[in-house]
């Protein structure tokens, strides 16, 4: 039996480590129940994940006893995952396009001859569309 594997891994107290996290998820909760602004809910709310996260990832994935070499791995998908933000930050930031949703639209109602204001705007453009054809 080997003896050396034991010593590099020293015992962790995994049920500490889970009273830990529920400590932190009820944290969470009593951050979103108690009525203070909303940016200090999710600064606080967020900074619990974080340290959640960070326990799980040292002592349940045993990233705390691996060698340096976790952070090249890490590096390339931190890479990609900022530059996939900032790739498509364009897109989440600037609209390239109006908003044409039915329901953004104030349309009159129909009168007693089933004619809308809608129809009678269509049927004025489509009579200027025919008098600029004809010019």
Not at 43 to 66: C, I
Not at 89 to 110: G, L, N
């Amino acid at each position: 039996m080997d003896h050396a594997h034991d010593e590099s891994h020293p015992h962790v107290n995994y049920f500490f480590i889970f009273l830990l996290l529920c400590g932190c998820t009820a944290l969470s909760v009593i951050f979103d129940v108690v009525k203070i602004t909303p940016a200090l809910v999710v600064f606080a709310v967020l900074a619990v994940a974080v340290a959640k996260a960070s326990l799980v990832m040292t002592f349940f994935m045993h990233l705390k006893y691996e060698g340096r070499w976790k952070y090249v791995i890490l590096l390339p998908t931190a890479i990609l995952g900022v530059g996939l933000m900032v790739a498509l930050s364009p897109d989440m930031a600037m609209h390239y396009y109006e908003y044409d949703v039915m329901q953004s639209r104030i349309v009159a109602p129909r009168s007693e001859h089933g004619a809308g204001h809608d129809a009678e705007e269509s049927a004025e453009h489509d009579g200027e569309a025919k008098d600029a054809k004809h010019h």
